[in-house]
């Protein structure tokens, strides 16, 4: 709900963010000025790098729908246009799934092709990837199904000769070559046209999602430069993903439709609402997973998720999966990005080696994140971070270079996941199903025993070691870089490649060592009783709940991804042992540590709040500090109230009786006083520099020769909140995170909280500021693009 948070004490010398207030729009929020007929452009918004104000966006919107339903008894056609209003968020839903399915579709069938293009062309139609350029052949047979007359490589294509050294080092130049062209072309777009549509974008969006102001961040120009450089991104073959990035894709979808209604793009609670369902979207098409989708968004993204965005953002999950599979970019007839279909069950047994995959998946994350940490804080802190072209350059150059030689890494990682989670049957060529065959076997195709592992496995399991160290160590240096870079699929790679290798591992030892007690009881000589492919399912969602801490939604993503019904248990212990081992070590998750890491104001839900303290043990300023800054309520010139703003950076001032009483009257913002004063000289004859400013209801009587008064009643939040200054600050801090507050007045009888002089509350006017050094950074610290010199600011940084 908040990302950022002032515990202020009004009095003079104060700065505040702008205040929250369920009674604002009661108190005339709506039309701000008496000598205007209606309310002037800009009021009521919200600058770059701030904070929305919750309980204003709400009583805003519940305003507008009560004017709304009152004025849909006057005539026929305010009914419909409430009927209109009411079906709007559904149409914006549709508008949601409609779009993302798309551009999830042509980014699909764009990877394909691309990733293909590095490896050879097609004659019949270059714009056919390999696997669709066979499949238009009359020449293919089964055994060489991946082969056809009108698919060649390049060195095939320029020499006529396909196989040979120079023809291995020509493909291999131009391999490396493609890959360096289409990063090149993807880092240059970022950083020319769109900086924003770098980077997965989930760390982003939970942000704005919690209630920040990131403009441009979900604009137009980020939505189609992301579109373009996230398949120029995967195309060239770097270990990233385009999972995360479509959540942003389909954000930005989701924001791009909330301008076509008021109801959404003058309200930014509302918006968020909106929002919250296109991340679900966005996972839909990414996974084909629109239950997950839905989870996704309420487990990991969504700050406010009410029971209305939960229903709509299963429609919008909905439409975008039925426009995914409509255009079928997989070209199996079916949604799923990995189907499997396995002939095994499980045994209990086999939990055992799925727990193990869970402490590796935990481990990984927590290694995972702590270097990748590292290193994005060294690109920030060093001289790496000015030449973020070249770095792309130098791992794009590193990747290709060593994933050619490897066939597990020169593939793109969806095939090779895919490859890893098959089952083998007899139909399967890959060297993961060279067992050897016994020739007296007469069972069906799909009862296969286990075997012996045959030469093809052995090599197999050596390649797929090196894949798996390569993964894990060039992932690090990938994600974060100044390109569109999701996570979801290397981290399930390095996990698929790890339980595959495990899987074959228990396999083999069943089929030797079928006698032992472990085995006994459910493995027999003859019967198909271990599935590798399970354990490398299991092992990527491990590895996937390690590195972002999902539990629930992972499960359900997994079990949609495979259609892997049966092994839901399977997947849930590895998931939760996952996320213990990984929380041992740290609660933060990838995306909570990049948001820490680039100082978003974020407070987390999930924290905790351990120290003993009251509000008035954080109050400030001190004996020696510079009083709070305050407004009063009819003594207060133009000529004041502009040297304040002038002299000051404050967000806010509180309004008071007078400087002698002190007694809190309301809070005004320094956008809207500066915003009132400005078009008053502009509009409101008689108002000059020593024009008495009122924020009473009915102005004193003054002489005819005194200038024209300037009322500003209307912008004065009359019911700011407010606490005591003995209220627990665990207290305040859950009531920060629940109501999504901005800044909360901290009182005592009345009067804002002061010191005396022997450290007790007594007269005095101070504000309240948390002491850096015995408070957890995580909570409590100054956002860097917000003024809280005399703020008490809550936030993760």
């Avoid at 790098?49 to 004017?67: A, M, N, V």
């Avoid at 045959?454 to 894990?472: M, S, T």
Wanted: aromatic share 10%; charged share 20%.
């Amino acid at each position: 709900m908040v990302v950022e948070f002032d515990l202020l004490i009004p009095v003079p010398g104060a700065s505040c963010a702008t205040p929250t207030t369920p009674n604002e729009e009661m108190n005339g929020a709506g039309n701000l000025m008496d000598f205007l007929d209606e309310p002037f452009p800009d009021v009521g918004t919200y600058e770059d790098f701030h904070t929305i104000d919750w309980l204003r966006e709400k009583s805003r919107d519940t305003d507008r729908h009560r004017k709304i339903t009152s004025k849909s008894k006057e005539s026929m056609w305010e009914l419909i246009k409430s009927l209109l209003d009411a079906w709007s968020g559904w149409v914006v839903m549709l508008l949601i799934g409609l779009l993302s399915g798309t551009l999830a579709g042509v980014i699909d069938l764009a990877v394909d092709w691309m990733t293909d293009l590095k490896e050879g062309v097609c004659l019949s139609a270059f714009w056919y990837s390999h696997e669709q350029c066979c499949w238009t052949s009359n020449e293919t047979t089964f055994d060489d199904r991946d082969k056809c007359p009108q698919w060649q490589t390049w060195a095939e294509l320029m020499t006529g000769h396909a196989e040979g050294g120079g023809a291995y080092v020509l493909n291999y130049f131009l391999y490396v070559l493609w890959a360096l062209l289409f990063s090149f072309l993807a880092v240059s777009l970022v950083r020319v046209f769109a900086p924003y549509a770098c980077g997965s974008g989930i760390p982003e969006i939970k942000t704005i999602l919690s209630g920040f102001i990131i403009r441009g961040y979900l604009g137009k120009w980020t939505l189609l430069i992301k579109t373009v450089t996230l398949v120029l991104a995967v195309s060239s073959g770097l270990s990233l993903g385009k999972e995360g990035p479509l959540v942003h894709v389909a954000c930005c979808c989701g924001n791009l439709f909330c301008s076509l209604f008021s109801k959404y793009s003058k309200n930014e609670g509302k918006r968020r609402e909106v929002l919250s369902a296109a991340a679900a979207a966005g996972v839909s098409v990414a996974f084909g997973a629109p239950i997950g989708g839905v989870l996704f968004s309420l487990e990991e993204v969504s700050y406010y998720f009410p029971l209305k965005t939960l229903w709509r953002s299963f429609f919008a999950a909905l439409v975008a999966a039925f426009t995914l599979r409509a255009i079928n970019p997989f070209g199996n007839s079916r949604l799923v990005l990995f189907y499997v279909e396995y002939h095994t069950p499980w045994y209990m047994a086999e939990l055992v080696p799925f727990i193990l995959l869970g402490v590796f998946g935990g481990l990984w994350g927590t290694l995972f994140i702590r270097a990748n940490i590292a290193w994005c804080r060294r690109r920030k802190t060093t001289q790496l971070g000015k030449y973020p072209v070249l770095e792309v350059i130098a791992v794009t150059a590193i990747t290709a270079v060593l994933a050619f030689p490897n066939p597990y890494t020169r593939r793109s990682t969806s095939e090779l996941i895919s490859e890893l989670f098959n089952d083998c049957g007899a139909l399967e060529s890959s060297q993961l199903c060279d067992y050897v065959n016994n020739p007296n076997m007469s069972r069906p195709v799909d009862d296969i025993p286990d075997r012996p592992a045959g030469p093809g496995v052995y090599n197999a399991l050596w390649q797929l070691a090196l894949a798996l160290v390569f993964k894990i160590v060039i992932t690090i240096f990938t994600f974060g870089m100044k390109i569109p870079s999701g996570l979801f699929i290397p981290s399930m790679a390095v996990g698929a490649i790890a339980g595959r290798i495990v899987g074959i591992a228990v396999e083999q030892m069943a089929y030797h060592h079928h006698d032992w007690i472990i085995f006994k009881n459910w493995c027999r000589p003859g019967a198909d009783c271990v599935t590798p492919g399970l354990y490398a399912m299991v092992g990527a969602a491990a590895c996937l709940g390690g590195v972002t801490r999902m539990t629930v939604s992972l499960v359900v993503i997994m079990f949609e991804l495979t259609g892997g019904l049966e092994y839901i248990v399977p997947l849930m212990a590895a998931a939760v042992t996952s996320k213990w081992v990984a929380d041992a070590f740290g609660k933060e998750g990838i995306y909570e540590s990049h948001i820490q890491l680039n100082g978003y104001p974020y407070l987390d839900v999930r924290d905790e709040f351990t120290h003993r303290t009251l509000a008035t043990d954080v109050m400030r300023p001190r004996r020696n500090d510079p009083p709070l800054a305050v407004l009063t309520q009819d003594s207060t010139t133009v000529e004041d109230a502009e040297a304040l703003i002038k002299d000051t950076d404050y967000s806010g001032f509180p309004v008071v009786v007078s400087r002698e009483s002190e007694r809190l009257i309301g809070f005004v913002q320094r956008r809207d006083l500066t915003l009132a004063i400005k078009t008053a000289r502009q509009k409101q004859d008689g108002v000059v520099s020593s024009s008495m400013v009122y924020f009473t209801e009915d102005a004193q009587q003054l002489p005819a020769s005194d200038p024209q008064p300037l009322k500003l009643r209307r912008i004065l939040n009359l019911s700011p909140f407010t606490v005591t200054d003995h209220t627990p600050m665990e207290t305040v801090v859950d009531i920060f995170r629940k109501l999504g507050l901005r800044q909360c007045l901290v009182t005592r009888k009345g009067r804002p909280a002061t010191h005396g002089s022997d450290d007790e509350p007594g007269p005095g006017v101070h504000h309240v500021q948390l002491d850096p050094v015995s408070t957890p950074r995580s909570l409590f610290c100054c956002h860097i693009y917000s003024t809280c010199s005399n703020l008490f600011l809550l936030s993760s940084t």
